[in-house]
């Protein structure tokens, strides 16, 4: 994503830190926050991968944002590999970091690195993805990833006819046959989409209107490791011959990535099902608006994808590292619902939007996410 795409951050920084007096939420080092100006400061980034450019737009915009505060950043991206990231986080912390920004490839392997930043007093701010099994994380930005489930199931829903955009009754009765995917266990987000989606689905299951035909219904079954395309393209094809090669065919999947949506609609198209949804092609949704799925959804390939404006959790993510490293809590909207297994960890979370061929000008053009030489080329320039 261009820089010039990234909102300023001075913009963000006037609406003001709703902050409670005190020291920070968790870390030692937060109490009383630091007199030193922010270019003596450094703040390390640890980001997942370079494959989605959903990441790449994420670290861009964090770093970017960073340094216009003034900031020194430290930004690595780990390809999607445990070990390596867990190092990234340990070289940061000894070439003393003053926060962390994470998100994490492994919600759960990560204790050890965080450990060792809260015995040097760092505060951890957890991005997107929720660090698991550990008391030292301070905050949590994120989207509200339940909705986001609840968005992509509705948009499934649209698609088939069941519902309208306004999300009443539209008289499609079915029955249906659908077919599920998940993103990976490790993820702890993968499992909130999950629970948002079935639960919209669920009672239309329930009444046959909807059918998955294999039968699998458990995130377990459905999963997909690293959210990877090619193992999503191998998962359907594997459906269709072990599900439809009778003959029936599948009318829906509920997909949680784009990446993901891309292998599946390959799957798809090489079993023979059209090259468009008004040739064939099943309703697949998806999430992340990446560009080369808007233009499939644009040229009605795709159905749906979810925006989950990144420019705006970055700009979340530095806002409440600038409240830490002023001794200050973070505002958090959300202090119930996101139990990390050892404590509820106080959080921001941002509301997405589905994204339709009929909204993609007013959703992604007109706000400057992606132009629209971008979108008919399926590419970022």
Same mark, same amino acid.
């Given at each position: ?15 003001g ?16 926050? #630091? ?7 450094? $703040? ?23 340094e216009? +505060?003034g900031?020194?950043v430290d ?13 990234? $986080? ?11 920004i ?7 392997a990560?204790?050890n ?7 040097q ?9 929720l ?6 994380v ?23 006819g ?14 249906f046959?659908?077919?599920? %995917? +998940?993103? /990976?266990?490790d993820d702890?987000? +993968?499992?909130?989409? %999950? ?13 046959? #209107?909807?059918?998955v ?10 999963a997909?490791?690293r959210?990877?395309q ?30 993901i949506?891309?292998?599946?609609i390959?799957a798809?198209q ?12 099943p $309703?697949?949704?998806?999430q992340?608006?990446?560009?080369a ?5 644009n040229?009605?390939?795709? %159905?749906?994808?979810i925006?989950k404006?990144?420019?705006?959790? +970055? ?5 409440s ?15 119930e ?5 050892v404590?509820?960890?106080p /959080? ?6 589905i ?5 993609i000008? /007013? ?19």
């Amino acid at each position: 994503m261009k820089s010039i795409r990234f909102v300023a951050l001075g913009g963000v920084l006037a609406l003001g830190l709703a902050a409670c007096s005190g020291g920070g939420a968790g870390s030692g080092g937060a109490e009383g926050g #630091t007199d030193a100006e922010p270019s003596d400061l450094t $703040i390390g980034v640890a980001m997942p991968t370079e494959t989605s450019e959903r990441w790449i737009a994420d670290g861009d915009a964090v770093k970017s944002q960073l340094e216009e +505060a003034g900031y020194t950043v430290d930004l690595q991206y780990a390809a999607d590999d445990i070990p390596t990231q867990a190092q990234q $986080i340990d070289q940061m912390i000894t070439k003393g970091a003053d926060l962390l920004i994470v998100a994490s490839i492994d919600g759960t392997a990560l204790a050890n690195q965080l450990q060792a930043a809260a015995d040097q007093g760092i505060p951890v701010i957890a991005y997107d993805r929720l660090i698991r099994d550990t008391e030292n994380v301070d905050f949590y930005v994120t989207f509200d990833n339940y909705n986001v489930g609840v968005q992509q199931a509705t948009s499934l829903l649209v698609g088939l006819g069941i519902l309208d955009a306004e999300g009443n009754e539209a008289g499609a009765t079915g029955p249906f046959n659908i077919e599920l %995917f +998940a993103g /990976s266990l490790d993820d702890n987000n +993968a499992h909130f989409f %999950f629970q948002g989606a079935m639960d919209t689905l669920q009672p239309y299951i329930d009444n046959g #209107t909807l059918v998955v035909k294999s039968g699998q219904t458990e995130i377990e079954q459905v999963a997909t490791l690293r959210w990877l395309q090619e193992t999503a393209q191998k998962r359907m094809e594997d459906l269709l011959t072990s599900t439809y090669a009778g003959g029936d065919k599948v009318d829906g999947v509920l997909s949680p990535y784009d990446g993901i949506s891309r292998g599946i609609i390959t799957a798809l198209q090489n079993a023979g099902y059209g090259d468009s949804i008004e040739a064939g092609l099943p $309703i697949v949704t998806g999430q992340d608006a990446e560009i080369a799925s808007v233009k499939l959804i644009n040229d009605g390939v795709q %159905f749906s994808t979810i925006f989950k404006d990144t420019r705006k959790l +970055a700009e979340q993510a530095v806002v409440s590292a600038q409240a830490f490293l002023d001794g200050e809590e973070p505002e958090a909207n959300n202090t119930e619902d996101y139990d990390n297994g050892v404590k509820v960890v106080p /959080s921001y979370l941002l509301e997405s939007d589905i994204v339709y061929a009929d909204n993609i000008q /007013s959703l992604l053009i007109d706000s400057g996410y992606w132009t629209e030489e971008e979108v008919a080329a399926g590419q970022a320039d």
